[in-house]
């Protein structure tokens, strides 16, 4: 699975420090769903997406929506379990923990950089 951190482009601030990449159906399908609780620096972003559900999910979670350039257009907070949400004008979204403290409402037109994790071997 692929994965990398988020960081906002004007400031070079590292958003989250673990984005794992849904790239493939089945994990788009489970996404953060084996989880019990969430984590403030951990994120999944779906790309070629613009609709989340969270069936089966145990906790609420943050969506936020970005364009083509990874520029944040929306921000939705707090998705109950059992909800469908669907972005207009998104290509992409990331999920993370309900109430993430980061302010993302404000970033809402700033762009993001995702950064490949380097794969280490011992």
Same mark, same amino acid.
């Given at each position: 699975?692929?994965?990398?951190?988020?960081?906002?482009?004007? *400031?070079?601030?590292?958003? &989250?420090?673990?984005?794992?990449?849904?790239?493939?159906?089945?994990?788009?399908?489970?996404?953060?769903?084996?989880?019990?609780?969430? *984590?403030?620096?951990?994120?999944? &972003?779906?790309?070629?997406?613009?609709?989340?559900?969270? &069936?089966?999910?145990?906790?609420?979670?943050?969506?936020?929506?970005?364009?083509?350039?990874?520029?944040?257009?929306?921000? @939705?907070?707090?998705?109950?379990?059992?909800? @469908?949400?669907?972005?207009?004008?998104?290509? *992409?979204?990331?999920?993370?923990?309900?109430?993430?403290?980061?302010?993302?409402?404000? &970033?809402?037109?700033?762009?993001?950089?995702?950064?490949?994790?380097?794969?280490?071997?011992?």
């Amino acid at each position: 699975m692929k994965q990398g951190r988020f960081i906002l482009r004007k *400031s070079g601030r590292c958003i &989250w420090r673990e984005v794992k990449v849904m790239e493939y159906f089945p994990q788009r399908l489970v996404g953060m769903l084996y989880l019990r609780v969430a *984590s403030p620096q951990r994120a999944f &972003w779906f790309p070629r997406c613009n609709a989340i559900h969270t &069936w089966g999910m145990r906790f609420a979670i943050d969506v936020i929506g970005l364009d083509k350039q990874l520029r944040i257009a929306t921000v @939705v907070r707090n998705v109950q379990p059992a909800q @469908v949400v669907r972005l207009a004008g998104v290509d *992409s979204i990331i999920e993370c923990e309900a109430g993430c403290p980061l302010p993302l409402e404000t &970033w809402i037109g700033d762009y993001l950089e995702f950064a490949n994790k380097e794969l280490c071997y011992e």
